[in-house]
């Protein structure tokens, strides 16, 4: 008795969650934003065959350093010859590997804190949301610096950073969620059969709150994104890995906006604001998922 209800409760949530990119305008730009990033990342071989590391050289022998953009180079070449259509290509594959490792993880602590908190209340409750307290209270980008340089500048170590600091956001929202969820008729009802806890936790609340985990994790992706450009561009990223943040940072040494080399620091910082774009035209979007007295509007 306790599962048919809790199934019926559940399907016309993820149904709108499923459906709602075809309604919502805002929400099918993010995702459509994100598709497009990710297809340029798996193709992006096909897309520039040059090593985006690789030193150019011209016929004539000398090095095609700062070479305006043409038919050869798309958007030119660095001070120090290397193809910059082929780093923007390759680092999108960067941004989505750090985006969506600090998203996974962001979304799946967050939930399960956020789970754990509201069910079981008490001392439970207190500790977990001290502890997201004590992150929250952190200056995020100190935080990631200063973590990454005592690690050591590699992008897993970024990724740590980032879900240390973001669970919370998530954990918080979710777990004033659940303390809603827990009081439902199908959830006592559940109890009264003899359902575990963690059955009706898992089983019968956590596919409710499925949304939200979704939404924060599409959040999560546009702000680990952004901080391993923030990070990479003040010389603590991945040096063996070329990222957008990496391009800005390189711009920046070699004065390129001072010789109007535009195509150089302009196209990596477009892409990070479309991927911070679009995880906000996703959560907007998704609104309606867990709050639908906002469809009245």
């Not at 806890?197 to 992706?221: E, G, K, Q, T």
């Not at 010389?235 to 711009?251: C, I, N, Y």
């Not at 535009?262 to 990596?268: D, K, L, R, S, T």
Request: charged share 10%; proline share 5%.
């Amino acid at each position: 008795m306790a599962s048919t209800r809790s199934s019926w409760s559940l399907s016309p949530v993820l149904r709108r969650m499923v459906a709602m990119p075809l309604k919502d305008p805002f929400a099918f730009t993010g995702i459509l934003i994100y598709v497009l990033f990710a297809l340029v990342a798996l193709f992006a071989d096909q897309l520039a065959p040059i090593d985006p590391m690789e030193i150019l050289f011209t016929k004539a022998g000398k090095l095609a350093a700062n070479v305006p953009p043409g038919a050869e180079f798309p958007l030119g070449t660095t001070n120090l010859g290397r193809d910059i259509y082929a780093q923007l290509v390759y680092g999108t594959r960067s941004a989505l590997a750090v985006g969506l490792s600090a998203a996974i993880i962001v979304s799946t602590v967050g939930t399960i804190v956020g789970l754990v908190a509201g069910y079981f209340g008490g001392a439970t409750d207190a500790v977990l949301m001290r502890i997201a307290d004590m992150a929250l209270s952190l200056p995020f980008l100190p935080f990631v610096i200063v973590l990454t340089g005592f690690l050591g500048a590699s992008t897993s170590n970024i990724v740590l950073a980032v879900a240390l600091l973001l669970w919370p956001n998530s954990a918080r929202v979710i777990r004033s969620q659940v303390l809603t969820l827990r009081e439902r008729a199908y959830v006592e009802a559940a109890r009264v059969t003899g359902a575990s806890a963690w059955r009706i936790l898992f089983v019968h609340i956590a596919p409710n709150i499925l949304p939200l985990s979704f939404v924060y994790a599409a959040i999560a992706i546009g702000w680990a994104i952004i901080t391993e450009a923030s990070v990479s561009f003040l010389g603590f990223g991945d040096s063996g890995s070329v990222s957008w943040g990496m391009m800005l940072q390189d711009a920046f040494a070699s004065q390129a906006l001072s010789r109007g080399q535009y195509a150089w620091f302009v196209p990596p910082g477009i892409c990070i604001v479309l991927i911070v774009v679009a995880g906000f035209f996703i959560s907007r979007g998704y609104e309606e998922v867990f709050m639908p007295r906002l469809r009245g509007r």
